[in-house]
């Protein structure tokens, strides 16, 4: 039989950081008003009948301000002014102010009244200053408390678009699968009949390829391997379109650490040989590929000839949708995607900072 002892659940280091900043904050409080604002106060061990009042009306007077602040961030914050009961708030917040100042400025009356140095005509006086400390502390607990709860629907709403961007980066990735896994196909059918052994071939080096896709396509990965896909894509490409067209391509890194999102140039790479011009003269067919790493800058110029037929549909597809809303969410702000036609060429420039 096995028995499992829970562990007591650990304070946070983050908690424990808060508490000790918040008492460095009353500790520095107390000695700022008590030792700076009344330079000549000793504490209690004076002998002076006034500075002993002063350590006695301080002491109670900082755990006054410390009640004021902790109860605007536990209670009147939370269970009022959250809930939409700002009238009832705002009242039991002015309300505690005063009731505290009253007791405060009673206690005060009453040690100036033991030491035989209080004068009465200085009590108004007094209760005025005091409302006006403990209603700045009042307000600074509810400021205080706002700016957390702020803070923390702040992480939260980041949290939830992270967590949008993840499901949706996995439909996405879902999407690329049966897409490619279609045009593979369509590729080798076409070739079947007309050379048997190119169709073999090219389905071999498919199934590499979408080995790649399946197991690859979740995390990012070095960018050495993901042109290394690329590479042989084109490949791939190149055995089965032959002489069809006129493909030039070069790919250069310099990189070897470098990581990159997998699976985001082929889409463009894969629409440059699907709608390349069908010509009747072979070299007016023409795709050129060109994928440069400089310093962690990842560029890609593909370019290839259309004609108006083919060149109708060029710019939509799952595709280039699906590259497109990819690049946006996991390269945001760290992209420039250019598209564009100008016959009898249609462009791709890419450039994404890794």
Known sequence: MCFFVQKPPMIKTKSIKKIVLHLLFWVINYWLFAFVVHSDWNGFNNVSQTHNTLAYAYTYGILTNIFLFYVQVFWLVPKMYMNDKRVLFYVLSFSLCVVVSLIETYFDYMLYDIFEIYDTDEFEDNFSITVFVNLFYSVAGFYYILRQAHK????????????????????????????????????????????????????????ELLRYQLYESGKQILLEKELDFVLQYIKLEKTRKGSDIQLTYTIDFESTTKKIVPLLLIPFIENAFKHCSNMSNNLDNVINIH????????????????????????????????????????????????????????????????
Do not use: M
């Open 152 to 207: 923390t629907s702040e992480k939260e709403k980041q949290l939830l678009i992270q967590e949008s961007f993840k499901a949706e980066l996995k439909y996405l990735r879902a999407q690329l699968n049966p897409h490619f896994l279609f045009n593979g196909i369509n590729n080798v059918y076409h070739l079947i009949g007309k050379d048997d052994a190119l169709a073999k071939d090219t389905l071999l080096q498919f199934s």
């Open 291 to 354: 994928i440069k790493e400089v310093g962690g800058k990842l560029s890609l110029k593909c370019t290839n000839t259309y004609d108006d037929v083919s060149g109708k549909h060029i710019a939509g597809g799952i595709g280039l949708i699906n590259v497109k809303r990819r690049l946006s969410l996991v390269y945001p702000d760290k992209h420039e995607l250019d598209i564009r036609k100008a016959h009898p060429n249609f462009i791709v420039d890419l450039t994404i900072d890794l």
